[in-house]
């Protein structure tokens, strides 16, 4: 299992402009080696800064479109108790 995390500080190397195209970015790359049904998605809204367009909860539709346009659709939603937030995406 590979949780990506939504820190800006993992995603990209410029924290303040980091968005949801680069959190997708990093989606992409792990499910390219290890398979879909190996990612997660993980969010820390209340201590670490988050992507520009990800800023709370009700900004994770912005992730949700991203990854639809690049291919991905929501035929599951996973919430595991070890993760705060944990989505996993199917490649169509």
């Known amino acids: 299992m590979a949780q990506v995390t939504l820190y800006t500080k993992i995603i990209g190397e410029d924290t303040k402009n980091v968005s949801s195209k680069e959190v997708s970015d990093v989606i992409d790359y792990i499910v390219n080696r290890i398979g879909i049904d190996h990612v997660g998605i993980d969010s820390d ?8 367009d990800l ?22 939603n996973i919430y595991n108790f070890k993760w705060k937030h944990f989505k996993s995406y199917e490649k169509s």
């Open 55 to 76: 800023q709370d909860a009700t900004q994770l539709p912005n992730l949700d479109k991203e990854l639809i346009n690049r291919g991905y659709n929501k035929k599951r």
């Open 45 to 52: 809204f209340d201590s670490a800064p988050m992507p520009i």
